[in-house]
């Protein structure tokens, strides 16, 4: 254990005799010095203990005696099976979440990952960006405070928000959205990116997000260009934002009917090389997540179960589609507890 570092010495269940750390502990998994210390300084923002090991063991360990709020290790660590025994046995603890911090070069061993079902988080994305990412994650994790577009932008930035009432306003509110990109000058191809990832939201919101008291899906069989009123808990919210960085989408329904599994199966396919890698087979509100994660450079998920789904997607207007060929693009599961 000698190589296991904490950087603060306040129990994980009180705060701090300063009065500055926060419950909860912080415990990174990786081998490389350089990076240890970007996390360092990103994460020791937070104010709440960190704690760093090098080894999957040594990792395993510290999570026996404190189980973390968050566990964020380097994806180079999960190339074996104890790397996805350590996902696993802290998810069987409760760890608040598991961040997966991946590598260039990491795309094709992706899928695996997510078929295990233990990542809650991945990032996938060079320094700076690295930093805004994960901060947020961390913050959302450890304040419970998971919703809303406005903590990925900067402050200040306006979002425009419409309530979707009709099964049929889609077309014209991805109109309404491609329109507005295309005055902000930012190019074609992320106004077809936000149409689609628009589009495919708030379908999936309207069509399999809806389900009865024994929680199978009501509207799921119904064709997608059915015309009906939407009232009470079928209204969703479409809502976006541009703040010269990203390109934000936000749909969020009343149900909250979306699952961990669900969402990890449909990005496994859309990672996937396999030709037929957006084709969900089967029924469910998971359909063309795989189409939508494709679209975004990150893609988050905040569920409180039974109550609401919200799905926030980013498009990165400073990043080209050739820097990220082999990178996967970030993704976030939050579920309030």
Known sequence: MENVQSLCNAPADEPGADGLHAPGRILVVCRDRRVQRQIQRILGATLHTLDIAEAVEEAGALCAVHVPALLVIDQELLQGPEGVGLLTEADRLGVG??????????????????????????????????????????????????????????????????????????????????????????????????????????????????????????????????????SGREEIWLRYACDARYLAIEVTDQWGSLSRPTILACLAKGVSRDVNKVIMHGGGAGIGVGLVYDSCHHLVFNIHPHQRTQVIGLIDLRVSPQDLALTPASFNIFVER
């Open 97 to 230: 979440a598991c961040l997966v911090l991946a590598s260039p070069g990491s795309l094709p061993d992706l899928p695996r990952l997510l078929r295990a079902g233990a990542i809650t988080n991945l990032l996938g994305r060079a320094m700076p960006t690295l930093a805004e990412e994960l901060t947020v994650t961390a913050l959302k994790v450890l304040r419970h405070d998971i919703f809303g577009v406005e903590k990925y932008l900067t402050w200040g930035v306006p979002v425009v928000a419409r309530k979707v009432t009709r099964s049929d306003e889609r077309a014209d509110l991805v109109d309404e959205l491609t329109a507005t990109v295309k005055q902000l000058g930012i190019g074609s191809r992320a106004a077809q990116m936000a149409a689609l990832v628009a589009d495919e939201l708030m379908t999936n919101a309207i069509f399999n997000a809806p389900t009865d008291t024994a929680g199978t899906a009501t509207r799921r069989d119904e064709r997608r260009d059915t015309v009906r009123s939407l």
